[in-house]
Every structure is written in structure tokens, then in C-alpha cells.
């Protein structure tokens, strides 16, 4: 950005979201209620969607301003300082490519793809000098799909990573540091892309594996019946998008597969101390995990 635009406050850029679903919908929200509702805001949110139900709905509930269906999404970007890419991370990469030229000079544009091992391979050559490339990561969101389903709700208190790559200029970091903070995220974590997909592969992709495999291992469909909330709690997001985390779970696959192998080894430790009533080393385990839950910790309430 040049000198005067860095000068300029959250509530008078002008975002643009590509893919207006859950996730691109609850950014427009967020951006709507938390930073464009201030006294004297003069920012916009425009959006670009395939498919054209949600953009009317986006625009006649007052979230957006104008609305660009995919063939006129160039118009869109000639316009946007700051845009949200909300698309499969191959998808992404792709909207790059296809329309390098079309972004305004100066503009900070990001992502919110849960793979970056991709990104850090591809950007390089994907990218024009005055073009700042962000790689993001909100971690927050919900089981359903779709914009109807999007809440400016669900980045309170959760957290946002953002991979600072050798290029980025720093007063476009602060800016995103600034406007997901703004946005309702509470904590930002900083790191690079490897330790980002091996960590994500853990405390995301492996959930939503364990909850996938839970709810296949269910011989009666009907158990739910006696369900007292401890199934439900675990199998939340396992109503999950297929597509999109296939690619993830692929995308992700070396550093994922380890994980899931590391998992198989203590349920067969838990299974052999149950099979054997080792009651002894079953309470120390318990105690253990117990213990390492609690240092782990939450932001969250």
C-alpha cells in the first residue's frame, strides 16, 4: 500500500470476499457489525459468489453492498483494498493465477484455507510486487454449510493464525493483525507453514477424522436415543463438508497420517489395559490424560 492508504482507518477500506459460504459470509458479517457499524465508517464489503441466492441475500439483509457474480469478479478486485479469499485451498491458488492482473495495486490479499504447504510452494509465482499476499488461517467456523448458516458470532474468542512470509510488508501485517482483531478473533498466532499443517493436522484434521470414524463404528443408528451429550460433543463436526475436507485430509496427508497412527497406538493401549481389567494402569492413564488436558488449556470460555 502506498504511504496514504496505510494511514487509513479499518472502517474506511473497501473488502472484498470471493465465496460467500460460511466462512465468507461470517467474515462479511463480522467486517458489517464489528468495524463498518462505527461512527463515521465509510468502508464497503462487496462479494462474489457463484451462485447467486446468498449474494441477494447478503444484500437485501444489509451485510454487503454489492454484489459480483463470478464472470464480473475482476471488477470486483479492481476495487477491493483488502480481499478474502474463501475458497478449497487448490481453488484459491487457482483464483490467483487466473486473475493476477486484477487485484488494485496495493491491496492486501488473504486466505482462509486449513492446507499451507501449498501456498508457500505456489505463491512466488503467483504473485505481482504490488500485491501483498497474507497467508491466514481463522480457526473458528461451524458444522453446517452455506451463508445461511454464516454468524459474525463464531470468531469471538477463538483463534486466527497468520503466516508471515518473507515478503509481506509489515504495515499490512499490522493491518491484519488490526482488522481480525477487530473482527472478534482474541488470540493470534504467528508461526510458519510446516509447523502450521502439522499442528492443524492435530487439533483439526485428526478431530474430524476421530469424529467420522465414532459415528461409522455405530452399529444401531438409533443410539443417539441414549445420548446424554457426550456423543453429540464428539460428533458435532463430524456433519462435514465432504469435498472440502477430502482435499484437506490429502492435501495434508503425511503429516496427518502420523497422527492418526499415533492416536491408533493409545486406543490400543487404552484397549488392552480395559481387555486385561488393568485397573491399576488404566486409573494412571486416566490420571495423566487428565493432567495434560489441564496444562493444555483454552482461550476460550
Keep these: 500500500m502506498d504511504g496514504k492508504t496505510e494511514r487509513r482507518r479499518l472502517q474506511d477500506l473497501t473488502y472484498g470476499i470471493v465465496g460467500l459460504g460460511i466462512m465468507g459470509g461470517s467474515i462479511a458479517k463480522a467486517i458489517r457489525e464489528n468495524i463498518l457499524s462505527m461512527s463515521?465508517?465509510?468502508g464497503r464489503v462487496l462479494a462474489c459468489n457463484r451462485s447467486t441466492a446468498c449474494l441477494f441475500q447478503a444484500k437485501a439483509e444489509g451485510v454487503v453492498d454489492r454484489t459480483f457474480t463470478s464472470d464480473a469478479v475482476r471488477c470486483m478486485l479492481s476495487d477491493c483494498d483488502v480481499v478474502f479469499i474463501c475458497l478449497y485451498p487448490h481453488a484459491t491458488l487457482d483464483f490467483l493465477a487466473q486473475n493476477r492482473d486484477a487485484f488494485k495495486s496495493g491491496a492486501i490479499v488473504t486466505d482462509i484455507s486449513g492446507v499451507k504447504g501449498i501456498f508457500e510452494?505456489?505463491?512466488p509465482s503467483l504473485l505481482r510486487q504490488d500485491v501483498d499476499f497474507i497467508i491466514g488461517h481463522p480457526m473458528a467456523g461451524g458444522e453446517k454449510e452455506?451463508?445461511?448458516?454464516s454468524s459474525a458470532k463464531f470468531f469471538i474468542q477463538h483463534n486466527y493464525i497468520l503466516l508471515p512470509q518473507p515478503f509481506n510488508r509489515a504495515e499490512n501485517l499490522q493491518l491484519m493483525r488490526d482488522l481480525v482483531t477487530a473482527m472478534g478473533f482474541t488470540?493470534?498466532?504467528e508461526t510458519d507453514c510446516r509447523t502450521h499443517d502439522y499442528k492443524i493436522g492435530f487439533t483439526s484434521q485428526l478431530c474430524h477424522v476421530i469424529a467420522s470414524a465414532l459415528v461409522e463404528s455405530a452399529e444401531d443408528e438409533g443410539?443417539?436415543?441414549f445420548g446424554g451429550g457426550s456423543f453429540e460433543d464428539l460428533t458435532r463436526i463430524a456433519m462435514i463438508n465432504?469435498?472440502?475436507w477430502t482435499e484437506l485430509f490429502v492435501s495434508n496427508r503425511e503429516k496427518l497420517v502420523g497422527h492418526i497412527d499415533r492416536f491408533m497406538a493409545r486406543m490400543t493401549e487404552f484397549?488392552?489395559?480395559?481387555?486385561a481389567s488393568d485397573t491399576d494402569g488404566l486409573k494412571a492413564l486416566l490420571e495423566d490424560t487428565r493432567e495434560r488436558r489441564v496444562r493444555m488449556g483454552t482461550i476460550r470460555s
Design 40 to 42: 463515521g465508517a465509510a
Design 146 to 149: 452455506g451463508y445461511a448458516a
Design 242 to 244: 465432504a469435498p472440502l
Design 187 to 189: 488470540r493470534i498466532t
Design 121 to 123: 510452494e505456489r505463491l
Design 271 to 275: 484397549r488392552n489395559l480395559i481387555d
Design 223 to 225: 443410539i443417539t436415543a
